[in-house]
């Protein structure tokens, strides 16, 4: 098949997770521009006919557009690598290290990133050892704001901005109705930024860098995904200095963690100008509000030209004419 012939591509959309209709609308915009840049696209939710479909059918190339556990915790991943059907996107060992908040935070600090200070409580934990006496624990290590999360999962689902003291039994209930462990860290207060990273097989670049201004002060689920609630800047306002810090630290994050072809790294700028990660993701939203598409918009691309060139970076690694994560990566192996 000449380069210049569009591939058959099968965009992966829906799922079961708490994330559904936010792959859904992800994957309509995916396949929309794969096919404005003239590829055959398929649209289809990894339902149970999904794998023996693939099996018959044998795409060039799957572009998953799933969010939560359904696509991004490397499940599916080892599935479709198992199948040799060339995937856009990390291996299902790079997925699970980023899925893990608690594991990339780790690999991250030992990279030299920072990292909120925080502590990782199993729900079995929790009920055990006694909720106020792990609470108790946890008040005396961290002291001022928190935040609590679920240490799997996106789109800011079960997180709390913790105040007071009082806040924490509901924000430790809230977390561990997304995930079985929760995430109890410093909040660190700055301007919050997502960087896009590219990687099209020559080593990792970054587009425009995306400042997020939520008008409630908090980037939540209904920030993220309902039109008005929040100011993006892209490219962001931070200044020359932190602009550079933030890249190389997403630079690093992606490299670290092993990860390719696509990924968006968020993190906190504090007022000193530190970079502070928050969250490596696998497979970030597409949708009209998301943060991708505002930094290819910055970047003066489009999201035909970006996809398309990820399906035939994908495309051409199946036939081994592209190297997996670039040169230099120094990341994991995948």
Known sequence: ??????????????????ERDVSLRSGRRVADALTAAGHRVTLRDPDAGLLPFLASER?????PALHGSSGEDGSLLDLL???GVPTIGSSGPAARRAWSKPVASSLLAEAGVAVPESIVLSHEAFRELGASSVLRVVREKLDG???????SGGSAQGVTIVETTDELPRAMVEAFTYADVAVVERRIVGTEIAVT????????????????EPTTGIYGFQARYNAGETTFYAPSRLGEAELAAVTDAAIIAHRTLGL??????????????????????VLPGLTETSLVPLAIEAS???????????????????????????????????
């Not at 795409?59 to 572009?63: I, L």
């Not at 704001?145 to 240490?151: F, I, N, S």
């Not at 691309?301 to 060139?309: E, K, L, P």
């Open 300 to 334: 003066g691309s489009d999201a035909a030209s970006i996809y398309g060139q990820l399906v035939r970076t994908a495309h051409a690694r199946s036939r081994g004419s592209v190297s997996g994560s670039g040169p230099g990566s120094g990341s994991p192996q995948n």
């Open 197 to 212: 990273v590219i990687d099209n097989g020559d080593g990792p670049t970054t587009l425009p860098a995306v400042e997020i």
């Open 260 to 281: 390719r072809d696509l990924s968006r790294i968020d993190f906190i700028v504090d007022a000193s100008g530190t970079p502070w990660f928050l969250e490596a993701n």
């Open 81 to 83: 690598a198992a199948l």
């Open 145 to 151: 704001e928190l935040v609590v999360k679920p240490a």
């Open 59 to 63: 795409p060039d190339v799957v572009f």
């Open 1 to 18: 098949m000449s380069e210049s012939t569009g591939l058959h591509v099968v965009v992966l959309a829906g799922g079961i997770s708490h």
